[in-house]
């Protein structure tokens, strides 16, 4: 017999419009940005921080979005958009 634990991490709240702008910069469908959006706000819902831990988020979420079909991730878009800017 299991037993079924209900744990309520949090919310993933995806502004719409914000996907849509993002998806076009990224030249991707808003089906494909809001998948990327919900992978990476369900990892910080289980604790994961890319700005403080050495990478760890960063390479789990690249193993699951490979595995989902999915290209680059918003980690890897905010250092090339940090990079550009310098």
Do not use: W
Not at 44 to 65: C, S, T, V
Not at 69 to 80: K, N
């Amino acid at each position: 017999m299991s037993s079924v634990v209900n744990v309520f991490l949090g919310d993933v709240v995806i502004a719409r419009g914000v996907a849509r702008r993002q998806a076009k910069a990224a030249r991707h469908s808003e089906l494909t940005e809001l998948k990327i959006l919900a992978l990476h706000g369900l990892l910080h819902l289980l604790g994961y921080d890319h700005g403080r831990d050495a990478g760890r988020m960063q390479r789990l979420e690249r193993r699951l979005r490979i595995k989902g079909g999915l290209r680059e991730g918003l980690i890897e878009r905010a250092r090339e958009f940090r990079a550009a800017r310098r």
